[in-house]
């Protein structure tokens, strides 16, 4: 893998905007450079870099993807890889593929296969990436919310748009609760596409 060796910078601060003001046109500049990208939580204490991982329709921080691979016609693998340029689909086989959109919670969640329609309130995520970083535009910074939510996911955090008005079972104040994770997108060389499908 490599990436683009720049260094990083941060939008100016301003109030966060409601989920359904947040995908708005980005400058088309802003799309990922590669074919294909994993996407990294870097965190600073301690400081430690893990994988973005797609399980059970919903990205969290760490562990393994959840995929399948019928029929031995693709690899399994331990990474999450989404389609390069927009960053608005994961790289799958599968008919139809998978779309990546921000739910009415905030959460980054993809589609499934057999029910490609997003759920009502939700909105495709338009990732941006600049100077390594993986984004929401028109957000206050490149920064996202990660959050436990043991009701999904017990011992993982679930990552979210960088909103003030998230919804996570549990959590009343998200700045208390949750911490704020910056993303890094890195080119992926394997393969394509990287699987048959996430589950």
Wanted: glycine letters at 8%; hydrophobic letters at 35%; a negative charge.
């Amino acid at each position: 893998m490599k990436t683009i060796s720049l260094l990083p910078f941060f939008l100016a601060l301003s109030a966060a905007v409601p989920v359904h003001e947040s995908t708005q046109k980005r400058d088309p500049g802003w799309e990922a450079p590669f074919k294909a990208v994993t996407m990294r939580v870097m965190k600073k204490d301690p400081s430690r870099e893990e994988y973005l991982q797609a399980y059970e329709s919903r990205f969290w921080v760490g562990g393994e993807p959840s995929t399948s691979c019928p029929d031995n016609k693709c690899s399994e693998i331990n990474e999450t890889v989404l389609n390069g340029g927009k960053m608005d689909s994961l790289s799958v086989g599968v008919e139809g593929g998978q779309r990546i959109y921000l739910d009415a919670d905030g959460a980054l969640r993809y589609t499934s296969p057999s029910d490609p329609v997003m759920p009502p309130g939700s909105h495709t995520a338009n990732l941006n990436y600049a100077y390594d970083w993986v984004f929401v535009p028109n957000q206050p910074g490149t920064w996202w919310w990660a959050c436990p939510n043991p009701e999904l996911r017990k011992g993982y955090y679930q990552l979210f748009g960088p909103f003030n008005n998230i919804t996570v079972p549990g959590i009343q104040d998200p700045s208390k609760s949750c911490y704020r994770a910056d993303v890094a997108g890195f080119e992926y060389t394997g393969p394509l596409p990287a699987t048959y499908v996430y589950n």
